[in-house]
């Protein structure tokens, strides 16, 4: 063995004429709170469509100016469907009504609740248009504090939805991982992955101008790759031991450039990738560095594939095989353009993500710049389960299997595990207790340093300076935004306050 994601929840009835579902969001954004993380596309204003047999209605909130909700900021969004009337509302504040028009106040029996996108293979039977068709691209971003309301009458009951009875779940994050914190602009590919753009993000031409931006501490990574299904033409830029690597073909004419960077491009700091074709000329320049190549017979670029960035599937790197394209870029990447486009906004253009935060990039604590393959044998032999130990907290590895015979051998696909966090350093005493009146403190108290993994909660402790006789009385604050909290106590001795995590 080696080592180097939509939710879907079990089936539930939930025919009849109600429902109500409360949820808090955050859209295309990186937060420490314990959440669900999710890495597929996103939408940028919020909408209900209740779809009862006959009609489907779409809500959207009418009192919000247009706002977008993708905003990088916590939003509550409750929708609700009481017979044939739908109604959506999100903070508390932005309302939307609307009715089905067709009679039916029934919504049939489901085939499963799907949270954060559909799976690929999923068909839509109903063939709605306009704002009541159904999004098919996953949502990224965060989604925490879902609940279902099971009663209405005579007393509401709400039941909170159990990731813990997932059945299935792809590009998702476990909630104990929490949302990534601290993003800087960009899209994070973790290695060994890719993200699929559709098809119609680039077609090639005469004169053709591909850009963006990346960040890696690695020295090789497949950074696009696009080609013709029906055709001999492609496209492919690439980082290969010191060189980036760009490489076009078009009809029965193929050329390259090797543009030499040294070890100038993995030390975790950004860099500008420019990628050309005009007529004859084909160019490639990173930062200040420039190449260029004359091609006599080079044609116009055809291609109609998906866009491949950071990587592709495996069915395809053995499609083009002889090309010895590299595996998937492990790094960041942002400000992306085609043919002197506007920047892509790759969460909207995306088809498909594999082990790709489209969310932000995390901040590159590496300490070793240039890497190569970090693969190593962690276990050989017989055993179909292994312990392994040693590892950092709170990290991300990659897996994979090596079945082997005296016939030969053959390769698993990688798989994900993260380690568990590690206990908070470094908690500093409260910076601040304010005595409100003879019962009540206010106690403030600074962020913990150093913290690896997600604080679920704080825990606000008492006690007497008085002597042991009056037991240690504690409160927990679930709340991890928040660093202040008040405490009520019944005492009129003078208390010694403090917190943990």
């Known amino acids: 063995m080696q080592r180097d994601s939509p939710n879907s929840v079990p089936q539930h009835d939930n025919r009849g004429a109600n429902f109500e579902l409360s949820v808090v969001t955050q859209a295309q954004v990186q937060t420490k709170d314990a959440s669900s993380h999710s890495t597929s596309s996103a939408p940028a204003a919020a909408n209900l469509v209740p779809i009862m047999q006959g009609s489907a209605v ?3 909130p009418d ?3 247009g706002r977008q909700y993708n905003d990088n900021s916590w939003h509550h969004i ?8 739908g109604k959506i509302t999100v903070d508390g504040q932005f309302t939307g009504f609307s009715s089905a028009t067709s009679g039916s106040t029934i919504i049939g029996e489901n085939t499963g609740v799907f949270v954060g996108g559909l799976p690929q293979d999923f068909t839509i039977l109903r063939k709605d248009t306009g704002t009541t068709k159904i999004v098919t691209g996953g949502f990224v971003g965060c989604l925490q504090d879902i609940f279902l309301k099971k009663m209405h009458h005579p007393y509401e009951v709400w039941e909170p939805l159990e990731w813990k009875e997932v059945v299935e779940r792809r590009n998702v994050y476990h909630s104990w991982e929490g949302c990534p914190s601290a993003p800087a602009k960009g899209t ?10 559709h098809s119609n993000t680039f077609h090639g031409g005469l004169n053709i101008e591909i850009s963006f931006v990346f960040k890696t501490d690695q020295m090789n990574g497949l950074l696009l790759f696009v080609y013709n299904k029906e055709g001999p033409d492609y496209l492919a830029a690439e980082l290969k ?4 690597l760009f490489l076009l073909r078009t009809g029965l004419v193929s050329t390259h450039v090797n543009l030499w960077l040294g070890l100038s491009y993995c030390d975790g700091k950004w860099n500008t990738v420019i990628l050309k074709k005009e007529g004859l000329v084909v160019s490639a320049s990173v930062n200040e560095l420039t190449k260029q190549v004359v091609q006599p017979g080079l044609d116009q670029l055809n291609v109609n594939s998906p866009v491949y960035i950071g990587g592709i599937p495996e069915e395809i790197q053995n499609t083009f095989e002889e090309l010895g394209l590299e595996q998937g870029f492990g790094g960041c990447m942002k400000d992306v353009k085609f043919t002197q486009g506007a920047v892509v906004n790759l969460a909207s253009v995306s088809s498909s993500a594999v082990r790709v935060n489209l969310d932000g990039c995390l901040s590159t604590d590496s300490a070793v710049n240039c890497r190569g393959n970090d693969s190593i044998l962690v276990y050989r032999g017989k055993e179909r389960s292994v312990y392994e130990s040693g590892l950092l907290p709170f990290t991300e590895y990659l897996y994979r299997v090596i079945a082997s015979n005296k016939g030969g051998s053959v390769s698993s696909a990688w798989n994900r595990g993260r380690t568990r966090e590690s206990v908070p350093q470094n908690v500093p005493t409260p910076s601040r207790v304010h005595s409100i009146n003879g019962y009540n403190t206010e106690v403030t108290w600074r962020e913990p340093v150093g913290v690896i993994g997600v604080i679920e909660k704080y825990i606000l402790k008492a006690s007497s300076e008085d002597g042991p006789n009056i037991p240690t009385v504690s409160a927990e604050i679930t709340n991890t935004t928040a660093l202040r909290g008040t405490y009520q106590y019944y005492y009129t001795n003078c208390w010694k306050l403090c917190n943990s995590a």
């Open 78 to 85: 409750i929708a609700i469907r009481n017979q044939a009337l």
């Open 188 to 197: 994070h590919f973790l290695g060994r992955g890719f993200l699929e753009l």
């Open 58 to 60: 779409a809500l959207t």
């Open 63 to 65: 009192n919000d100016g």
């Open 241 to 244: 031991s010191g060189i980036l």
